[in-house]
C-alpha cells in the first residue's frame, strides 16, 4: 500500500513538473517574433509557464503566458534602415550593428515592467532564454534570478557564439558567416583567418562599453537583493547551453560543443491553419505551377524603384505560372496570373503541392522552410546571413544566386526557366527535404528536452566544454613556444659562451706555443 502511494506520489510529481522559463526577444523583427513565438508554443504545449519579454506579442493564447511587450525600442532603428533600392545600388548607411543593440538591450532592460520582474522578490524562474544579437548583456538576468543560462542563436552554428560556450572555429575549414564565396584557397583561408581575428578584435573593443551598461542595469538590482554582481565576463561566459537555428541542411557540419544544438525549423507549426480558401483556390488552380515571390519582413516593397518593379512585372506576366508576391505596398497593371498580396501563410503556400519556385531574400526562415517543404529557390540575399545561406543553398543544389546588386534584372527570366525546367533543381529540393525529415524527434520536442535537461541537471555542467578552461594562448599552445624559444636562446647562450670560452683557451694554447 505505501508502496502504491510512493509510485503515485512519483507519477504525479513528474507528471506536474512545469517549470518557469523566462524569453528574452527583444530584437523588432518579424523574423525574430516568429523565433520567439516557436519557443514559447512549444514549451507551453510541453506544460510550461512562459514570460516572454519581446517587440511583438505572441499569437498564442495561455494562462501559462505572461507577456511584456518591449515593442517601443523599434524608435531606436534609423527609419527605413532596410531598403531595398539603397542595397540594390550600394547605397546603404553604414550603422554599427552592435552599437544599435546596446541599446535596443539597455532599453528593453529598462522597461518598468522588466524592472518590476527584476525587482520582485517573488519571481522566480528555473531558466532564463536569451537571444543572442551581437551582445550578452542580458546575460544578467540569470543572475538575477539565479538560474541557467540558454543562449538562443538565431542563425547557423558561427565562430562568435561558439567562442561562448567553446572554441572559435577553425577558420582554415569552416566559413564566417556573412562569407559570399565556398572555397580553401589559401587566398579564401587567409580571408578567414583576418575576420575571425577581426571579429574577435572588434567584440574585445566593445567589451568596456558592454560590461558599462551591464553593470548599469543589474548592479542596483544585486545590490538590493543584497548580492554582488560578478563580472561581465564570469556571466556570459556562463551558459548553460545553445539552441541554433541551423539544420543538417543549411548549417555546416562543423565539431559542435556538447551544449550546441541546432533546432531549426522548430518555428514551423505543424498543427497550423489550413490555407485560407482565397489563396487554395489560386494555388489549386495553379495547373502550371506556382511561384512565390517575398523578400521577406524587412525588406519592404516600397523602398524599391519603380523601374524595378515595372521589370519584375514583366517577367511575371510572360510566365504561364501563377505568381503570387508578397507585397506592403499595392501594385497595379499586374496582368492575370499574377496575385499581389500584402499577407500571405508562407508556410501553407510552399507546402502546397502545385508550388514549385520560391523567390526569396535568403533569409535562414524562408530557406528552412524551403528546405522542410522541398521547394527549389532563387535567393536574392540582401545583407547579414543571407549571402551565406543562399550561397549554400546553390551549391547544395536547389537554389541559385541572384543577388540584385550584381545580376541584371533581364537575366532573371533565364534564371527562373532553368529552375522550373530543368528537374535537377526539383529533385534536389526533394532530397534535401527528406534529409531534413529523417531524424528521431521534431526540432520543437528537441528544444523542450533540452531546456527541462539543463533544468533537471541545474544548469548541465557535464555538458561544458573544457575550451572554456584554457586562456586562447594556452589553446595556441603558445606557452610550449614560448618554453622551446626561450629553450633555443639558452642553448645558443650557452654555445656562443663556450665557443668563446674554446677560443679563449685555443688563442692561449697558440700563444704559450
Ligand atoms: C554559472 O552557472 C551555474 C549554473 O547555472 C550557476 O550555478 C553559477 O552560479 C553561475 N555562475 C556565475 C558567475 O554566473
Ligand atoms: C507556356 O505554355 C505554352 C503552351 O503550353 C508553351 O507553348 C510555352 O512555351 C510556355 N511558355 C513558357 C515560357 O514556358
Avoid at 410 to 418: A, F, Q, S, Y
Amino acid at each position: 500500500m505505501s508502496k502504491l502511494c510512493v509510485y503515485i506520489l512519483v507519477c504525479v510529481l513528474t507528471v506536474s513538473d512545469a517549470y518557469n522559463v523566462l524569453l528574452f526577444f527583444p530584437f523588432p523583427g518579424k523574423s525574430h517574433a516568429i523565433l520567439g513565438d516557436g519557443y514559447v508554443r512549444n514549451l507551453l504545449e510541453a506544460g510550461h509557464n512562459v514570460t516572454y519579454i519581446a517587440s511583438a506579442s505572441s499569437t498564442i493564447n495561455s494562462y501559462r503566458l505572461r507577456q511584456i511587450d518591449s515593442s517601443a525600442c523599434i524608435t531606436l532603428f534609423p527609419k527605413d534602415m532596410f531598403n531595398i533600392d539603397q542595397k540594390v545600388n550600394k547605397e546603404s548607411r553604414s550603422v554599427s550593428i552592435t552599437t544599435l543593440m546596446h541599446s535596443v538591450y539597455n532599453y528593453t532592460l529598462h522597461i518598468d515592467a522588466v524592472q518590476q520582474l527584476m525587482r520582485d522578490p517573488n519571481e522566480k524562474f528555473d531558466a532564463v532564454i536569451v537571444e543572442w544579437m551581437y551582445n550578452e548583456i542580458a546575460a544578467g538576468l540569470a543572475t538575477v534570478f539565479d538560474c541557467p543560462l540558454i543562449w538562443s542563436s538565431s542563425v547557423i552554428p558561427h565562430t562568435m557564439v561558439l567562442s561562448l560556450i567553446g572554441d572559435n572555429l577553425n577558420p582554415a575549414y569552416t566559413f564566417h558567416m556573412q562569407t559570399k564565396s565556398r572555397s580553401f584557397t589559401l587566398s579564401k583561408r587567409i580571408d578567414q583567418l583576418f575576420t575571425t581575428i577581426k571579429i574577435q578584435y572588434e567584440r574585445w573593443s566593445i567589451t568596456r562599453e558592454a560590461e558599462a551598461i551591464f553593470r548599469s542595469v543589474f548592479e542596483p538590482i544585486l545590490t538590493k537583493k543584497g548580492k554582488q554582481l560578478p563580472s561581465y565576463n564570469e556571466v556570459r561566459y556562463n551558459a548553460s547551453f545553445m539552441l541554433g537555428n541551423g539544420n543538417l541542411i543549411t548549417s555546416d557540419p562543423v565539431a559542435l560543443p556538447s551544449n550546441y544544438k541546432d533546432i531549426g525549423g522548430y518555428h514551423i507549426n505543424e498543427k497550423a491553419d489550413p490555407l485560407p480558401q482565397n489563396f487554395k483556390t489560386v494555388m489549386d488552380n495553379a495547373t502550371e505551377g506556382a511561384i512565390y515571390f517575398s523578400l521577406g519582413s524587412l525588406l519592404p516593397v516600397r523602398t524599391m524603384s519603380e523601374e524595378m518593379k515595372a521589370k519584375f512585372l514583366k517577367i511575371f506576366s510572360n510566365l504561364n505560372q501563377t505568381v503570387i508576391w508578397k507585397s506592403d505596398v499595392a501594385i497595379h497593371n499586374v496582368s492575370k496570373n499574377v496575385h499581389v498580396v500584402n499577407w500571405a501563410p508562407q508556410q501553407r503556400i510552399l507546402g502546397h503541392p502545385n508550388c514549385r519556385l520560391f523567390i526569396t531574400h535568403a533569409g535562414l526562415l524562408s530557406i528552412t522552410e524551403a528546405v522542410y517543404f522541398g521547394v527549389p529557390v532563387i535567393g536574392m540575399p540582401f545583407f547579414a546571413d543571407q549571402f551565406n545561406n543562399i550561397n549554400k543553398a546553390e551549391w547544395t543544389g536547389f537554389g541559385k544566386n541572384f543577388d540584385l546588386s550584381k545580376n541584371s534584372l533581364d537575366d532573371l527570366e533565364g534564371v527562373i526557366d532553368d529552375m522550373l525546367n530543368k528537374p535537377r533543381y526539383r529533385q534536389r529540393a526533394k532530397e534535401v527535404s527528406s534529409i531534413y525529415h529523417h531524424r528521431l524527434i521534431t526540432p520543437g520536442q528537441e528544444l523542450v528536452h533540452w531546456v527541462e535537461h539543463v533544468i533537471q541537471t541545474r544548469g548541465a555542467l557535464h555538458l561544458r566544454s573544457y575550451a572554456m578552461e584554457v586562456e586562447w594562448y594556452q589553446k595556441l599552445y603558445l606557452d610550449l613556444l614560448a618554453i622551446l624559444l626561450m629553450a633555443l636562446v639558452a642553448v645558443l647562450i650557452i654555445v656562443k659562451y663556450t665557443r668563446s670560452q674554446v677560443n679563449i683557451v685555443v688563442r692561449k694554447n697558440k700563444k704559450t706555443n
